[in-house]
C-alpha cells in the first residue's frame, strides 16, 4: 500500500527550515506487516528533540529514513503471530522495541534492549529488515516507528494498548514526553516526598519532570532555561520559582534560594552547560539525574572528589527508566482522573504538511509540544 510521510535524505541543513525543507512530504510504498508487527493508522505524532537531533545532525541516523517516534492510532491490520492485539484497537508507540529476549529485557528493564538499540541504530525494524521504499529503494526506519506518516507498519514490542477514550492528540504524547520527563523522577530518582527539585531545560521533557516532581510530592520544585518564555508554562505546572539558568551567578542564587542545593537535579536539555548546571546546584549527598541526549562528542567533566567527599550521585535516565507496558497504562489513568494535568504541554496541531515550520518553532525554544494530526 502507499503512505504520505516525511522523509529526510540530508541531516545538517541551515535553519529556518520552512525554507530548506529537511523534511520531503512524499508518497512511500509501505510493506505488509510481517509476523509479529501491526499495520499502524497514525492519527498523532508529537515532535520531539530527539526527531530535531537527526535533522540537524547532531545524532546521526542511516539516510533516507522516515521520521517521528512520538506516536498513536488505530491498528488497521495484525500480521501473523500478534497474540496480543487486535484490529481497532487504540495504541501508543514507544521508541525502544522491547525483544524479551536480551538481559537487559529479561532483568526488567527494556529501555535498554539491546536487540531494539541495534535495530533502531540501523534504521530497520526490530524483526529484520525495512517495510518503507520509494522509487530509488530503501526508506530507513526511525526508531522503529516513523511516525510522521499517515501509516506505519511497527512491531508488537513497540505497542503499548491505552484507553480509546483517550483523545489521540494527547495519546502521542505519553509514547516519549512523558514517560521519560515523569519517570526520570519517579522511577530513575524515586524521589521522598518532601524533598527540594531542580529541572534544568523547559522542553518536554523538562516540562514533565515538573509534573513529576509535583506528583511525587517534592517541596521546592525549581525550574530553570535561559529561554524565560518557559516560565510562566513552568510556575503552572507546578514549579515554585524559576531561574535564568544562564545567569553567571546562577548556582549562588541557587544555593540561596535554597541551603547549600537541591536534593535532586534534571539535567533535561541534552547540552552540556546545562549538565554543569545541574550537578553544580546538586547539594551534598544528593543525585543529579541527566536524561537529555547530547551531540555524542560532548564531554562533561567534574571535580571527581565531589563524588566521595560529598557522596554525591550521577544517574543517568533514558525513557524513564520505564517499562512502557506498566508505565503508560498507570500515566494515562491519572490523566484521566485530572491528577496528570498534560494539556499544557500542548502548543498547538499543525498538519503534516506544516512539519518544517514546527520543527523551527521547536528549535526556537518558545514551545512546548506541538502534534502532528495527520487526519485534520
Request: hydrophobic share 40%; charged share 20%; proline share 6%.
Amino acid at each position: 500500500m502507499e503512505t504520505r510521510a516525511a522523509v529526510l535524505y540530508e541531516m545538517g541543513l541551515e535553519a529556518p527550515y520552512e525554507k530548506s525543507k529537511p523534511l520531503k512530504i512524499e508518497t512511500l510504498q509501505l510493506d505488509e506487516p510481517k509476523p509479529h508487527e501491526v499495520l499502524l493508522k497514525i492519527h498523532a505524532a508529537g515532535l520531539c528533540h530527539s526527531d530535531l537531533s537527526v535533522i540537524n545532525g547532531s545524532r546521526p541516523r542511516p539516510l533516507p529514513m522516515a521520521l517521528g517516534h512520538e506516536a498513536t492510532g488505530e491498528i488497521a491490520q495484525v500480521g501473523s503471530d500478534v497474540t496480543d492485539f487486535e484490529v481497532g484497537d487504540h495504541v501508543v508507540c514507544t521508541f525502544i522495541p522491547s525483544c524479551g529476549k536480551c538481559i537487559p529485557c529479561r532483568e526488567g528493564r527494556p529501555a535498554l534492549c539491546e536487540n531494539g538499540a541495534a535495530s533502531n541504530e540501523a534504521g530497520e525494524m526490530l524483526e529484520g529488515g525495512y517495510r518503507l521504499s520509494n522509487k530509488d529503494g530503501t526508506v530507513h526506519h526511525h526508531l522503529g516507528v516513523s511516525g510522521f506518516a499517515e501509516y506505519a507498519v511497527v512491531s508488537e514490542n513497540s505497542l503499548v494498548k491505552i484507553n480509546p477514550e483517550i483523545p489521540y492528540e494527547r495519546a502521542a504524547v505519553f509514547g516519549c514526553a512523558v514517560i521519560t520527563g515523569i519517570g526520570a523522577v519517579m522511577n530513575t530518582a524515586q524521589i521522598r516526598p518532601g524533598s527540594n527539585v531542580a529541572v534544568v531545560g523547559l522542553g518536554g521533557i523538562g516540562l514533565n519532570a515538573i509534573l513529576g516532581a509535583k506528583l511525587a510530592g517534592a517541596n521546592e520544585i525549581i525550574a530553570l532555561d535561559i529561554n524565560e518564555n518557559k516560565f510562566e508554562l513552568a510556575k503552572t505546572l507546578g514549579a515554585t520559582a524559576v531561574f535564568n539558568s544562564g545567569d553567571e551567578d546562577i548556582v549562588d542564587q541557587i544555593k540561596d534560594y535554597v541551603s547549600g542545593g537541591v536534593e535532586y537535579a534534571f539535567e533535561t536539555a541534552g547540552v552540556v552547560p546545562a549538565m554543569n548546571v545541574a550537578y553544580a546546584i546538586t547539594k551534598c549527598g544528593g543525585t543529579t539525574v541527566p536524561t537529555g541526549l547530547p551531540d555524542p562528542k560532548a564531554k562533561f567533566a567534574f571535580p571527581q572528589v565531589t563524588l566521595a567527599a560529598e557522596e554525591r550521585t550521577i544517574k543517568g535516565s533514558y525513557v524513564g527508566s520505564c517499562v512502557p507496558s506498566r508505565d503508560i497504562p498507570r500515566f494515562i489513568s491519572l490523566y484521566q482522573q485530572q491528577r496528570l494535568n498534560v494539556d499544557p504541554l500542548i502548543s498547538k496541531t499543525i498538519k503534516l504538511d506544516e512539519i518544517n515550520e514546527g520543527f523551527d518553532q521547536l528549535a526556537s525554544g518558545d514551545v512546548g509540544r506541538l502534534i502532528v494530526t495527520m487526519y485534520n
